[in-house]
């Protein structure tokens, strides 16, 4: 018999924006900002010398003031930390048990130890089973070890929960040249996102570095979003809307949505699993995307207004 993966999560995560964590100015700017969730990075966006100081940043940013910032508008706020091999990564752990995110992303995962050393620790301080791991996936043996990696996150206790895709250090390693098309990397992210498909959890597609060329992020966000990526992270506030414009439901796709969950609900329908949809065959799994894609959908319109950006900080 057939075993089906878990329910997929349906947070939104069509943008995941990356924050330097040294960098107040642009921490001060979040609160204005409409992506779904928010990488605090303390890995190789800050300089070794400059992680303490960027450490006590993420600490007064999460905790001064609470009230608003945690309401601030339900964004998911996850902290990259420093590979714990790195000698910075241990402080940077128990800053995160201290502040108690919605999520680690741990830095360059080859295998599943890399991540259950991680959840082990989280166990044995208690931490809330809100906190989870995310994982970038960025190095060849994480590539090639992406299921096993995504197999563990069905371990009790596991907490795994999402995959980010590196690819930035992945060409480093591989010598993939960055071209557009990534063609020949679309191997590696299916590689990633069928591992996430088998084991229910989301994969974000990577970064594109040329911050200001909007064609090129608009072709790259339809392809994520073709692949089967959940979101795409970003490195600037101007990748956001047309990420969240390409992983977001468009309007066509919500009307047609809404006619198939229409289609089912009509009693001519009870006891059918395959309707004739205006000539074209509808089956009761397409029922279950529908109804995810509404729902997230209601996600997206129930997000709060965001607030007018807060007065910058010193400099970063
Ligand atoms: N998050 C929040 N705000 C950001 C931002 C980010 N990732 N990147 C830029 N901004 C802000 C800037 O602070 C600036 O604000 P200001 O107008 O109040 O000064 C505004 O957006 C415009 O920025 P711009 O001048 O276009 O770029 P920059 O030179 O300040 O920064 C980068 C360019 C690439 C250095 C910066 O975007 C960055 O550090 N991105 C994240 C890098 C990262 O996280 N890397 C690790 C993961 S791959
Ligand atoms: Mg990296």
Redesign the pocket.
């Known amino acids: 018999m057939s075993r089906s993966a878990p329910p997929r999560s349906i947070r939104l995560r069509r943008s995941v924006?990356?924050?330097?964590a040294i960098?107040r100015?642009?921490l001060g700017?979040?609160a204005s900002?409409d992506c779904d969730a928010v990488i605090f990075?303390l890995e190789?966006?800050v300089a070794p010398e400059k992680k303490a100081e960027a450490r006590e940043n993420l600490r007064i940013f999460f905790t001064d003031p609470p009230p608003a910032d945690k309401e601030e508008a339900g964004k998911e706020r996850i902290i990259r930390i420093n590979s714990l091999s790195s000698g910075f990564g241990a402080d940077d752990l128990e800053l995160v048990l201290a502040l108690e995110p919605d999520a680690v992303l741990l830095p360059k995962i080859d295998e599943p130890q890399d991540v259950t050393v991680v959840s082990d620790r989280l166990a044995e301080a208690d931490a809330p089973e809100s906190l989870r791991i995310w994982a970038m996936i960025e190095t060849p043996r994480g590539i090639l070890n992406a299921a096993a990696i995504a197999e563990a996150g069905r371990t009790p206790g596991s907490r795994l929960d999402c995959f980010v895709v590196g690819l930035?250090d992945l060409r480093k390693e591989t010598g993939v040249l960055p071209q557009p098309g990534r063609a020949y990397l679309v191997p590696w992210l299916m590689q990633v996102v069928l591992a996430v498909s088998a084991y229910g959890l989301d994969a974000i597609d990577s970064?594109l570095n040329d911050?200001k060329d909007m064609q090129a992020l608009d072709a790259e966000c339809a392809e994520g979003r073709a692949m089967g990526f959940a979101g795409k992270m970003l490195?600037?506030?101007n990748q956001i809307d047309t990420a969240n414009r390409h992983f977001g439901p468009d309007e066509a796709a919500l009307a047609e949505a809404q006619a198939i969950i229409a289609a089912f609900a009509d009693p001519a329908a009870a006891g059918l699993n395959v309707v004739n949809f205006g000539g074209r065959m509808v089956e009761r799994l397409h029922l279950v995307q529908a109804e995810r894609l509404v729902h997230k959908a209601r996600l997206i319109s129930e997000r709060p207004l965001r607030l007018p950006a807060a007065a910058?900080q010193d400099e970063g």
């Open positions: 924006l990356s924050v330097p960098n100015r642009a700017k979040i900002l990075d190789d966006s930035n970064v911050f490195i600037h506030p910058p």
